[in-house]
């Protein structure tokens, strides 16, 4: 597996390859956007109200490749969202 990260001004795009991966949550033969990022100062208090509002979120991870924590929850449609802190 490899990944990449590529930046433009403070836009960053993410790639990264699997050798064997899951299978996707919707539509397994897609291809495209398979899920949304966004970085936070602290991970914490937007966990604490996402559960507030009754949104379930995944524990929270670190990146081997840039030991950056981060987590995920699913939008209304089921799509993964990323939650991660910003160095």
């Known amino acids: ?3 990449a990260d ?9 790639l990264f390859s699997f050798p064997a991966p899951a299978m996707r949550p919707s539509h397994p033969e897609a291809t495209g956007l398979r899920h ?5 100062a602290n991970l914490e208090p937007v966990i604490i109200r996402l559960e507030a ?7 929270i991870r ?7 924590r981060f987590t995920f929850f699913r939008d209304p ?3 993964p969202l ?3 802190e910003a160095p």
């Open 1 to 3: 597996s490899w990944k």
């Open 6 to 14: 590529l930046r433009i001004g403070s836009a960053q795009l993410e």
């Open 36 to 40: 949304l990022a966004f970085a936070v």
């Open 53 to 59: 509002a009754g949104v379930a979120v995944e524990p």
């Open 62 to 68: 670190i990146d081997p490749y840039t030991d950056q």
């Open 77 to 79: 449609d089921g799509l």
């Open 82 to 84: 990323e939650l991660y």
